[in-house]
């Protein structure tokens, strides 16, 4: 899993540094700014001015200007080097002692100012003391389990406090109150503000060389057990997941997002945010590594190097060229978040997004890429360019610069494979119907819908008609030879229609429904044209393809009048008088539209009511001219004209009579003789001519349905008369007449039947009649009597109502006002209401006649 995240360049080569004293060894570094100082273990410090300088191809150089050196005259090595720029002092540790330097001359100060006693120092990064000219050292002393706060100013050094420790200090770095500490046994946090300690993780000084190092606010990099390099914070708990590098580390730094590690042999490189070793280094003989302000220096005893980090954006570009897109994320995202500005970040963090997003789609990691094509808010037709043809031709879409991928086409990226291809465009398919409807569709919705349509037109896809049925901006240059290309011709009227041209549309599907086209798209095509033709508000049009359809299915072809919409402007083409006229030739299509009018739409005109009855009676007399048995058909022609004979009664009834009274069509003349109100004829024909009983009773019922209950009874009567005729004498009769009283008792008047009947009927024959007769009878008299019982009761309240009232006194005066019309009384004449109101009988009156307007009064109930 490596990535290339440094480069190891050459600062200072032997010749340059030691040249021939090749007992002479590098035993500390420090750099400043430009200023680079290398302490040596025969008592010299080395001052160099790097110059640092970029290549043609972009790799960095450093050139080392030697600037002098001093031999402090000690005879011992030169343990340790801090510089403290903003004084311009140079702290050297050598021989157990502290000494400040000029930074330029390497002089030491006049004051001679030193700190004596000292086996370490390190200097805190987050000093509790505000003076930026004073510089906090913590410091091991040789005393036994000692650590030394000191604030070191240009020429003088001054000892602030003094802690004690568990045991003796063999590393320190310090934050703020807080040090970091490498005991002889174990690492502790110690707050030298508090004297609190805590002990952290043991470790053998023995075996290994502790690490100690302070890389952040609060926060520590130590040399753990087992190989592993421990975060840990002043809290002494640890934030990070521990790296392992190898057993015999004698160095570590941080360049973040990673951790850099050195041993005998290598340097290695960790990421902080996956663990991973990320790249190795080969560096023999290495003994130095620190970190300078970022800047990340090695050192073996004759050499000096730095370590150059390569751009974040270059090592994410890397892993990505590996198709390591989940590295290349997760060091995008919390590696180069914090070291590049916000508004480069935005713009390379999009980038990034899109071209793992490429990837992943070429690996058809569908749902992943859909996810970094949203978040990289990428340009969706970077995406589409990869389909051939399926851009619009008049589009001007160039790809990004530098590409966002190395593809020339899904051909290439997939290598030929078809099923590739068709997965490929399955996404598509998705991904751009998710978006067309969102912000990111904003600008190109043309190009989203075009390609669409023929993505779904290729796969013989089903949402090809869902698209186009909703609203959309298909190009009709690129779509229209598209869809022909497919055979897609009911589609493509679709289209056509979406654009306004609905006459287009129209000659397309006709000639799919005649043959003159291939597109099963729609096996009712017919039916949709139709459809199609009564919602149309294009009445021109309408007429132009009525014919067509009317020739093809007259039933079907109907409803491009019977269904238009009833609240269409009924312009004088399409009138239902022109309509009527027009269908003359086609017979079935004529009756169709005119029980359209009468049954569903209601309308009150007396010729279409007899315009359809005659068209019934045609068809019935055709059917009945015709030889054979009774058929299916002329029953249910039968039905349909007696029900309109029944509920209509607005069509020419002579007219009709005329027509018939030649023929056998006796129920429908009885029905007409009805609605002449020559009811005798009618129960006549059905009693003596159909001999049909209970039709005649059926007669009776409808025909007096919704009338007053003598209406029924006088019918009832005429039947009862018909059946009982002295000179008429036929059992079936006499039964039909006992049969109609005791069924319909309730409908007769029993004082006029018992007048009717044959006296040489039993009374057992009439029992159920008679019995019906005497409890309707009884009943109606116990609810006269109970009603006129309620009314004398309501009329005796009243009576008493109007006593009581009457008992009150009432005092007029001609002070008092009229409560209508607020005028004095000047007669003693007034209406008094129940509530105590008094008004001028006149205003009464008148309000009485008025009273909608005043609910208020209510109608007088005394008058004095």
């Known amino acids: ?3 290339k995240a440094f480069e190891l360049v050459p600062v200072l080569g032997q010749d340059l540094l030691i040249g021939d004293k090749t ?34 191809s972009g790799r960095l150089a450093f050139t080392p200007t030697k600037q002098l050196h001093k031999y402090l005259g000690l005879k011992k090595a030169v343990n340790e080097l801090k510089a403290a720029s903003a004084m311009n002092r140079l702290m050297v540790l050598c021989d157990n002692t502290v000494v400040l330097l000029n930074m330029i001359n390497l002089e030491p100060v006049q004051s001679g100012a030193k700190i004596r006693g000292i086996t370490a120092f390190a200097v805190n990064e987050n000093p509790v003391t505000g003076d930026p000219f004073c510089v906090e050292v913590c410091a091991i002393s040789m005393k036994r389990k000692t650590v030394q706060i000191y604030a070191v100013h240009e020429d003088r050094v001054q000892l602030i406090k003094e802690v004690s420790t ?255 291809i068709t997965k490929c465009k399955r996404f598509l398919m998705s991904y751009l119907n998710e978006i067309r409807s969102t912000e990111v569709a904003n600008g190109y919705k043309e190009d989203i819908d075009t390609a669409l349509l023929k993505l ?33 011709y009911f589609a493509l009227g679709l289209l056509y229609h979406h654009n306004g041209q609905n006459e287009a549309a129209l000659q397309l599907w006709v000639k799919i429904v005649d043959g003159q086209l291939q597109d099963a798209t729609r096996s009712d095509l017919f039916e949709y044209i139709v459809d199609f033709l009564s919602f149309c508000p294009n009445h021109e049009l309408v007429w132009k393809y009525a014919d067509w359809a009317l020739l093809k299915n007259e039933e079907v072809g109907i409803q491009i009048f019977t269904r238009r919409p009833l609240d269409e402007n009924q312009t004088s083409c399409m009138n239902p008088d022109d309509i009527v006229n027009y269908l003359h030739k086609y017979k ?96 006549e024909i059905l009693v003596h001519k159909l001999k049909d009983f209970q039709a005649a009773e059926d007669y009776c019922l409808w025909n007096s349905h919704g009338k007053d209950p003598s209406c029924r009874q006088r019918l009832f009567h005429m039947l009862l008369a018909l059946y009982l005729h002295p000179g008429v004498t036929s059992d079936a009769l006499a039964m039909a007449g006992v049969d109609l009283l005791n069924n319909r008792a309730v409908e007769f008047d029993a004082i006029r039947v018992l007048q009717l009947v044959p006296e040489n009927w039993s009374i057992q024959l009439l029992s159920p009649f008679l019995t019906r007769a005497m409890r309707g009878s009884f009943h109606s008299k116990c609810t006269a009597e109970l009603s006129s019982g309620l009314a004398r009761s309501e009329n005796l309240n009243y009576k008493y109502a109007k006593v009581k009232s009457r008992g009150n006194i009432i005092t007029l005066s001609d002070k008092k ?11 003693p004449v007034f209406v008094r209401y129940p509530d105590g109101r008094l008004a001028h009988i006149q205003c009464a009156t008148k309000l009485h006649s008025l009273s909608a307007t005043d609910q208020n009064f209510a109608s007088p109930r005394n008058q004095l």
Not at 28 to 55: M, P, Q, R, W
Not at 817 to 827: H, L
Request: hydrophobic letters at 40%; aromatic letters at 8%.
């Open 456 to 488: 779904y037109a290729e796969a013989n896809h089903d949402s090809l008609l869902d698209l186009l049925v909703s609203e959309n901006s298909c190009l009709l240059v690129d779509s229209i030879p598209w869809l022909e290309k497919h055979k897609k």
């Open 817 to 827: 006002v009229c409560q209508v019309c607020r005028d004095f009384f000047t007669e």
């Open 1 to 3: 899993m490596s990535v």
């Open 588 to 683: 079935k299509a004529v009756v169709v539209y005119l029980e359209h009018l009468v049954f569903e739409r209601n309308i009150q005109k007396e010729k279409y009511h007899t315009h359809l009855a005659v068209l019934y009676l045609d068809k019935v007399l055709g059917l009945y001219s015709q030889a054979g048995n009774i058929s299916e058909e002329l029953i249910s022609a039968r039905r349909s004209f007696k029900n309109l004979l029944q509920h209509s009664n607005l069509y020419r009834v002579h007219l009709l009579l005329g027509k018939i009274k030649d023929t056998d069509l006796y129920m429908e003349c009885a029905i007409l003789h009805g609605k002449l109100e020559e009811h005798e004829k009618a129960l």
């Open 23 to 56: 007992w002479m060894s590098i035993d500390c570094i420090e750099c400043c700014g430009k200023n680079l100082y290398v302490g040596t273990s025969d008592c010299c410090i080395y001052h160099f001015l790097l110059e640092e300088k970029a290549s043609t």
């Open 166 to 420: 568990p045991e003796q200090p063999v590393a320190i770095a310090a934050d703020g109150y807080f040090l970091c500490l490498a005991m002889s046994t174990q690492y502790i946090i110690l707050s030298y503000n508090t004297g609190t300690s805590q002990d952290l993780f043991p470790y053998n000084s023995e075996d290994k060389r502790p690490i100690v190092k302070r890389i952040g606010r609060e926060e520590f990099l130590l040399a753990g057990p087992g190989a592993l390099g421990m975060f840990v914070t002043a809290a002494g708990i640890s934030q990070r997941a521990p790296v392992q590098w190898s057993e015999n580390v004698i160095g570590a730094a941080v360049c973040f997002p990673y951790v850099v590690a050195l041993d005998e042999e290598f340097v290695t490189v960790h990421s902080m945010l996956d663990q991973q070793k990320k790249q190795t280094i080969p560096f023999r003989d290495g003994r130095i590594l620190q970190d300078f302000e970022g800047k990340l220096i090695l050192a073996t005893s004759k050499q000096v190097h730095i370590l150059v980090p390569l751009p974040l954006e270059k090592q994410i570009q890397d892993l990505l060229a590996s198709e390591r897109v989940e590295e290349a994320l997760l060091l995008l995202t919390k590696g180069a978040r914090r070291n590049i500005p916000k508004e480069k970040f935005q713009g390379l963090h999009r980038r990034i997004l899109q071209q793992a997003g490429f990837i992943q789609f070429g690996q058809l990691q569908f749902l992943e890429a859909k996810e970094l094509f949203r978040t990289g808010q990428l340009d969706v037709r970077e995406l589409m360019s990869l389909y051939p043809l399926l851009l619009p031709s008049t589009s001007t879409f160039i790809r990004s610069h530098p590409p966002l991928h190395e593809y020339a086409d899904l051909n290439q990226l997939m290598q030929g494979d078809q099923e590739k």
